[in-house]
C-alpha cells in the first residue's frame, strides 16, 4: 500500500483555470505538507497542516490554499492558476512537528500550465 | 530561519568512485538531519537520518553521513559509487516545532 499517495499524478491546465491536488496518507501521521519542486529541482514549503494548525509560508500567494477535510488527508487548491505554476509538487507527512520525526513523500504531481 | 546549503550542484563520477557530499546548515540548536534521494522521475526517499548518538549515521544502499555538531555539517559518503545511484541528493534539516528545510540539492550522474 502507498503511504503517501497524490492524484493526478499529472496535471496539464490552462492560464486561468482552478485545479485541485489531492494528497492521503496511510501512515497514521499528523502533520502534512505541501512542497513545491521548481524546475531546477529546489524543494519550498508551502504549508504544513496538523489538524490544529496550519501554517503558511507567507511567500505562497494566496491563490494556493490547502483544505482539510481530516489528518488523513490535505488537499490542494490553487486558483487562477498562472504559467509560473507550472512544478511538481509534493504532498509529505511525518508523526508530529516536534523531533525524531522523519517526512514521508507523495509521488508528486506534475503541474504544466499552458 | 534555518537554511541549508549543498556544496555541489553537480557531481560526475565513475563507477566505484568514491562519494562525498557536503551539507550545512545555518542554526543550531537541537536539529535532525536527513539526506533524501531522488530517482529520475521520482519521489523522495529517505537514506539515512540522524536524531541523536553516534554521529556517524548509515543508511541505505551502502550511504553513511557523519554530523559535525561544531561545523554544522552533515556530509554523506559513500565508498564506491554505482551507476543506479545516479539521482538527486537532498540534505534536510529540522529544528524542533519547525518545517523540514531542504538544500538545493545535487545532482549525481555515475557514469558506467
Known amino acids: 500500500d502507498t503511504a503517501v499517495s497524490q492524484t493526478p499524478k499529472y496535471l496539464v491546465t490552462q492560464m486561468g483555470n482552478d485545479k485541485s491536488i489531492k494528497c492521503e496518507q496511510n501512515?497514521?501521521?499528523?502533520?502534512m505538507y505541501w512542497y513545491k519542486q521548481d524546475s531546477k529541482k529546489f524543494l519550498k514549503i508551502m504549508f504544513s497542516y496538523n489538524n490544529k494548525e496550519l501554517i503558511i509560508n507567507e511567500t505562497v500567494p494566496n491563490r494556493f490554499s490547502p483544505k482539510s477535510p481530516d489528518k488523513a488527508h490535505l488537499n490542494l487548491h490553487i486558483n487562477s492558476l498562472e504559467l509560473g505554476d507550472s512544478a511538481v509538487y509534493f504532498c509529505a507527512s511525518s508523526q508530529g512537528a516536534g523531533e525524531f520525526t522523519e517526512a514521508f513523500f507523495g509521488q508528486g504531481t506534475r503541474l504544466t500550465v499552458v | 530561519a534555518q537554511s541549508v546549503s549543498q556544496h555541489n550542484h553537480h557531481v560526475i563520477l565513475s563507477e566505484a568512485a568514491s562519494l562525498e557530499l557536503g551539507c550545512n546548515y545555518s542554526?543550531?540548536?537541537?536539529?535532525?538531519l536527513f539526506w533524501y534521494v531522488q530517482y529520475p522521475g521520482q519521489h523522495l526517499q529517505l537514506l539515512l537520518k540522524?536524531?541523536?548518538?553516534?554521529?556517524l549515521v548509515k543508511g541505505i544502499k551502502g550511504f553513511e553521513a557523519e554530523f559535525i555538531k561544531s561545523k554544522f555539517s552533515f556530509n554523506l559518503r559513500k565508498p564506491s559509487v554505482q551507476w543506479s545511484d545516479t539521482a538527486e541528493y537532498f540534505c534536510a534539516v529540522k529544528n524542533y516545532g519547525q518545517n523540514f528545510v531542504f538544500g538545493p540539492g545535487t545532482r549525481l550522474s555515475v557514469l558506467p
Open positions: 501512515l497514521g501521521h499528523d502533520t
Open positions: 542554526y543550531g540548536g537541537t536539529v535532525n
Open positions: 540522524y536524531f541523536s548518538g553516534d554521529p
